[in-house]
């Protein structure tokens, strides 16, 4: 390296790596949910870490959404209760883009289900990042897996760090405030 001007060369350091980046990218889509309990996002990157879709999970596109349900309570008919009528947030970043997924990578806040699982496989994406696995227990849980290590999609967590939160935190500030 030049020694003029030395004092403009200086080690830098991102904020974050890939996973934590694109992992924070579906945590800020979840925040747009509008299900009151549980509010899921779900980006998904191609190889070179570029991001071709996102999605979070709110009710079919195109409806009117105050004639549907936002509860949960399961003692109710289908009809009435939310699980009729919302995509989850995965179907919807796939649904979302006519672009290939084949080889791309999903960040998920929570772990699919069997339904979104599906889609995941046929469309050929190799690889699932995704914060909770809350409901790990469920047999809709259990059947992604299945459908994930039968089509050679690899599944991995990532643990997000409060101290990346406060960094980012400061950032935002400064950004809203450095005006
Ligand atoms: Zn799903």
Redesign the pocket.
């Known amino acids: 390296m030049t020694n003029d001007y030395k004092e403009n060369y200086f080690k830098v350091e991102s904020n974050f790596n890939w996973d934590e980046y694109f992992l924070l990218q579906a945590m800020i889509a979840s925040f747009k949910s509008k299900d009151p309990s549980t509010k899921v996002g779900c980006v998904i990157v191609d190889k070179n870490n570029h991001q071709v879709t996102m999605g979070y999970n709110g009710m079919v596109a195109g409806i009117d959404e105050g004639q549907l349900p936002w509860g949960k309570i399961k003692t109710v008919p289908l009809e009435h209760q939310k699980y009729a009528y919302v995509v ?4 919807n970043a796939i649904l979302h883009t006519n672009i290939s997924l084949e080889d791309c990578k999903a960040y998920v806040t929570l772990f ?6 599906k889609l995941i496989a046929s469309k050929k994406i190799n690889e699932v990042i995704y914060l909770s696995d809350k409901h790990r227990d469920l047999e ?1 849980n259990k059947i992604a897996k299945k459908i994930f290590k039968l089509a050679g999609i690899k599944y991995r967590t990532v643990k997000m760090d409060e101290s990346h939160l406060e960094r980012l935190n400061q950032h935002l500030t400064h950004l809203i405030t450095d005006t």
């Open positions: 989850h947030a995965e179907t699919p289900c069997n339904e979104c699982a809709t």
